[in-house]
């Protein structure tokens, strides 16, 4: 270990040294953002060495690394968990204590990286922290975006997009890495012609090229000496680029890269910029690890035998028609082989089965930003299309499974075809991909595809975040579980220990009382701490319904003030979501969960029984203090929408029931806790899939047949709720008019029935912790190292790497 973390004494020495050597001025006059900055940095200076030690090992013992390509790594704030995982947490607290400062209020200075949206960043992070713990070589590459998604507030009940400034204080993590720079071309004009050699030399003269420099983050493991690399892109001005009359216009196309995550498409402009962003990361990633497999071998022969790539979504496919450009065009590979190594070293998860979330790209775009990226697509398109007629046998195939059709790329068509391997990430998922939407293409290619349901690092969303329950299973069944998350399952022996039982309902409302004075801090609400904490929290999308949960609570609203002798048990409806600027249906939608929550809230009556929340800006670092506190862990997505979920293993792993339909891993949850200790409820995939084919379902008829229902959605148009009658009418319009595409009203009795049985179930407080204590030991199997484990050895043939 570094001096300066030996003991107490050392690190305040060093810590003092640094804040005279950086800031000029002593530790009483150091403002906290500088104390702050000089805590990160000792932390990571200290992960350095091992970091290095990292890379020279994996140099020198030529181990094979896999390199994980995501638009998003959602890593939340990383100070608590990089000293927790590097063992130094006690010492650095204790010496500040003694200089009196509060360790706390350094965590609150570290803002959530602004690097992602929502599960497919967080998923990304996680798999990250599992890589590094358990000494695996497995990188991240993304952009380095200059502001997050955006900054959510609530002004007039209304969400209000403003920037994330998350770089305001740096980022204290990164080290620039301007050695590695690679340009990346856009545009412009490509040549060909025949070389000497026989074979066609490739000259792309670009219209754009940006300077791509990367920034990289340790990612420490716990416990362990491995240190790995998020490397994140930023872009820059490039040597002679521009002329200098065009020098605003030229910086201004290049900063705009890397401004934000996931631009507005709704125009030509962002959709173009998109395709820009996913390009420039892809081509300084691959181009990067070329270089550095080079260095290490010499050669590319055994390129795929040392180097995975993973896809996270069709975000980064552009990977594989990259890789081709530079075998074929820089180190003049034949196509066959490169093709093979290509298809070898690359490998594609899938995380939607939603049509519209599976990128088609308009070829014009595609020809005109990427020429020569279009040229080796097509060719790749057009020898498909001759396997499938003279190797398989399967013309009529063509259509469902081109590349190029109607005058798109199809890029999950791409990556199928693309890729050695293609995951779900949850068994009902994978079924749904072999059965349904990639049946084609599972008939051409069954052994490619897998399952690989997702799981989360139980480091972060247990050990880190919930130090109280921890502390619990700790003395309950003893420390291994900490570095072995399967020991989780030794709680079953415990499950019906009366003291044990009493002792998590405790734990369970400090994690309360901890929420409540977070939600009356910055809302100004007060929450009944001894009521039921029923939490949805996750993206706002019309399949994740949750105008299904607000028109409930709306029904319940009514019910009450209809009847003064019907009351509930008293209940906090909480919700955390963005919308996407651009999504005015889910923007309506938080609308109406606020106007909602405005009648509830300030009716005395009602107020007693019901409370709605709407926690703004849900990010990381609010999902730590909220999934630990619910009781309740809403998972009502339309049945067969939903690929996996994260958020459900996270409630879960902290003692939450989940209140869900069969999607997703919700199914699997069912599996291991038995359907006894969750409320599951509403159609199958297997029903919704049967109604589609029949059409056989009707929005009017459930209207006009149910009174409970007939009265929430006159609600949204009669001023029950807004003095406009039009603020709800998209909504109104969505499930009325669009035959209530998400199948809220058909689930609707399904998921009452199911509330109620939860209020019944909550009141048998032994019975409930019962409940609670099955599904931690059972969130066991939903631990990402378990993911990582399968992913290694079945994807990507990898080995841990032994420090010596």
């Known amino acids: 270990m570094a001096n300066e973390f030996k003991n107490k004494d050392e690190f305040i020495k060093e810590f003092k040294k640094r804040i005279i050597r950086h800031f000029g001025c002593s530790i009483e006059r150091a403002h906290i953002t500088e104390k702050y900055m000089i805590l990160g940095e000792m932390v990571r200076d200290h992960a350095s060495e091992n970091w290095n030690l990292t890379k020279d090992v994996i140099s020198e013992k030529q181990e094979k690394q896999m390199y994980y390509f995501s638009m998003e790594f959602l890593m939340g704030r990383l100070l608590t968990n990089n000293l927790m995982n590097l063992g130094i947490y006690d010492i650095v607290k204790e010496g500040l204590d003694e200089l009196g400062i509060d360790i706390n209020d350094l965590e609150e200075m570290e803002s959530d990286a602004g690097l992602g949206n929502g599960g497919l960043g967080r998923l990304a992070a ?56 690679v340009d990346v071309k856009f545009g412009g004009r490509v040549e060909m012609w025949m070389g000497e050699d026989g074979k066609a030399v490739v000259n792309h003269i670009p219209s754009l090229v940006v300077r791509a420099v990367p920034y990289d983050m340790p990612i420490i493991g716990q416990n362990t000496a491995t240190t790995n690399t998020l490397r994140l892109w930023s872009a820059e001005v490039a040597d002679d680029a521009c002329d200098a009359s065009s020098l605003n216009e030229y910086v201004n196309e290049v900063r705009e890269i890397c401004r934000n995550v996931y631009p507005d498409d709704s125009t030509e402009h962002g959709k173009l910029l998109r395709l820009k962003q996913q390009y420039f990361f892809v081509s300084a990633g691959i181009y990067n690890i070329i270089e550095s497999h080079l260095r290490t071998y010499g050669s590319l022969d055994n390129f795929a035998d040392k180097v995975a790539i993973q896809l996270n979504d069709t975000h980064p496919v552009l990977c594989i028609p990259e890789l081709m450009r530079i075998l074929l065009d820089e180190y003049r590979f034949e196509w066959d082989d490169a093709w093979e190594m290509t298809k070898k070293t690359m490998a594609y998860t899938n995380h939607t089965v939603l049509s519209e979330a599976l990128e088609k790209w308009p070829v014009q775009y595609v020809r005109e930003l990427l020429p020569r990226i279009y040229m080796i697509i097509e060719e790749i398109d057009n020898r498909f299309k001759y396997h499938l007629s003279h190797d398989f046998g399967r013309p009529d195939l063509i259509d469902s499974c081109a590349i190029i059709k109607e005058g798109q790329v199809h890029m999950a068509h791409l990556a199928i075809v693309g890729s050695h391997s293609v995951n779900g990430v949850a068994a009902l998922h994978t079924r749904i991909l072999k059965e349904d939407v990639m049946k084609s293409f599972y008939e051409l290619y069954p052994e490619k595809f897998n399952n690989k349901t997702n799981g989360i690092t139980h480091r972060r969303w247990l050990l880190h975040s919930n130090p109280q329950l921890t502390d619990l299973l700790e003395k309950t069944i003893g420390p291994q579980f900490k570095t072995n998350p399967d020991k989780l399952t030794d709680l079953m022996q415990y499950v019906d220990d009366e003291k044990l039982q009493t002792q998590f309902m405790e734990v369970k409302l400090e994690r309360k009382k901890i929420l409540a004075d977070y939600i009356k801090k910055t809302l100004n609400i007060e929450v009944d701490i ?50 996407a600027p651009s999504y005015t249906f889910a923007k ?48 009502i997505s339309t049945a067969g929408k939903e690929a996996s979920g994260t958020g459900n293993m996270k409630f879960m792993m902290n003692g939450a029931i989940t209140l869900g339909t069969m999607d997703g891993a919700n199914v ?47 609600a949204l148009t009669d001023g029950t709720f807004s003095s406009n009658p039009n603020d709800f009418k998209l909504i109104y319009n969505e499930l009325m008019f669009k035959n209530d595409e ?21 009141q048998d407080k032994r019975g409930w912790a019962k409940m609670c204590l ?31």
Not at 607 to 632: C, H, Q, R, T, W
Not at 683 to 701: G, K, M, P, T
Not at 746 to 754: G, K, L, R, S, T
Request: hydrophobic residues 40%; proline residues 2%; charged residues 25%.
């Open 774 to 804: 099955i599904n931690i030991a059972q969130s066991a199997f939903f631990s990402s190292d378990r993911t990582i484990r399968q992913y290694a050895e079945e994807i990507w043939n990898l080995k841990a790497v032994e420090l010596d």
């Open 588 to 635: 309506e939608v938080i609308k109406l969960i606020h106007c909602v929550a405005d009648k509830v809230n300030n009716d005395p009556e009602i107020s007693k029984y019901m409370k709605v929340v709407f926690i703004p800006n849900y990010g990381v670092s609010i999902a730590e203090i909220l999934m630990n506190a619910a009781d309740v862990s809403e998972q």
């Open 668 to 714: 699997e949850i069912v599996e291991r806790v038995g359907f006894e200790n969750a409320e599951i409820f509403g159609l199958r995939a297997d029903d919704v899939a049967l109604i589609r084919r029949e059409n056989s379902y009707d929005v009017w008829r459930k209207y006009h047949e149910n009174a409970n229902i007939h009265r929430i959605i006159d």
């Open 126 to 181: 996680c798999f990250l922290d599992s890589l590094a713990s358990l000494n695996l070589a497995g990188h991240g590459n993304c952009i380095r975006y200059e502001y997050g998604l955006f900054k959510q507030k609530i002004e007039h009940n209304e969400q209000v997009e403003v920037p994330d400034k998350w770089l305001s204080l740096g980022n204290v993590w990164e080290v620039r890495k301007p050695k590695h720079s």
């Open 530 to 579: 001894h009521s039921i904490f029923d939490v949805q929290a996750k993206r706002l999308h019309a399949y994740k319904r949750q105008l299904l949960n607000i028109l409930n609570i709306m029904d319940l609203y009514f019910r009450m003030k209809n009847d003064s002798n019907y009351r509930i048990y008293p209940r906090t409806f909480i919700f955390a979501a963005k919308a």
């Open 742 to 762: 998400y199948l809220l009203l058909a689930d609707y009795d399904a998921y009452a029935h199911a509330r109620t049985n939860i209020e019944r179930r909550y």
